[in-house]
Antibody, heavy 123, light 108 residues
């Protein structure tokens, strides 16, 4: 069974930093592109960014709203995905989901989601 | 950026009803569209991918269709467990896939 478990959320002041982690199990993590998707309280879904797999040199891509502030990394030896968030703004407050892409070649078909971790940016 | 307009934003329906949700893209996206279901406090769940393909394990009462700019999502025979919010998502305009605003399906 595919499992994605996020951790690292919490309360942080504007301008601060936070690092989220996602522990993956139940599938060959290194074969899949992995993404972060967020959802502000009571709002819709917003794609944050993506890490391709080793065959594509772990290339990352980001939404314009977080580019230059957020960074995605992965450790295939530990089946883990990370989201480093710097220069946080109040509008970054959201539940952050770790998400697997369905196809090993990358597809943006998000077939497995973690339970989410809440990030609150407030003074 | 491609805008995804979902309608309606909410609807009330009864068990057994046929429910139709539409999603319109601001420009053509071929068939690069997915549908998700989200229940309160839970993560979204992929139901339909590539506009019309049913994800493994998803009941056949869910279906999707369309291409280009206009897409439909249908629940044929609404069940109690189907009351949730549904989102469309395009992935033709990259690198930023975008979601529709959601459709909340409530009990009449």
């Amino acid at each position: 069974e595919v499992q994605l478990v996020e951790s690292g959320g919490g309360l942080v002041k504007p301008g601060g930093s936070l690092r989220l982690s996602c522990a993956a199990s139940g599938f060959t993590f290194s074969d899949h592109y992995m993404d972060w998707v967020r959802q502000a309280p009571g709002k819709g879904l917003e794609w944050v960014g993506r890490s391709r797999h080793k065959d594509l040199n772990y290339i990352t891509e980001y939404a314009a709203s977080v580019k230059g502030r957020f960074s995605i990394s992965r450790d295939d030896s530990k089946n883990s995905l990370h989201l480093q968030m710097n220069s946080l703004k109040t509008e970054d407050s959201a539940v952050y989901y770790c998400v697997r892409e369905k196809s090993e070649g990358g597809s943006y078909n998000f077939d497995s989601w973690g339970q989410g971790t809440l990030v609150t940016v407030s003074s | 950026d491609i805008q995804m307009t979902q309608s309606p934003s909410s609807l009330s329906a009864s068990v057994g009803d046929r429910v139709t949700i539409t999603c319109q893209a601001s420009q053509g996206i071929r068939n690069y569209l997915n549908w998700y279901q989200q229940k309160p406090g839970k993560a979204p769940k992929l139901l339909i991918y590539d506009a019309s393909n049913l994800e493994k394990g998803v009941p056949s009462r869910f279906s999707g269709g369309g291409s280009g700019t206009d897409f439909t999502f249908i629940i044929s025979g609404l069940q109690p467990e189907d009351f949730a919010t549904y989102y469309c998502q395009q992935y033709d305009n990259l690198p930023a896939p975008t979601f529709g605003g959601g459709t909340k399906v409530e009990i009449k």
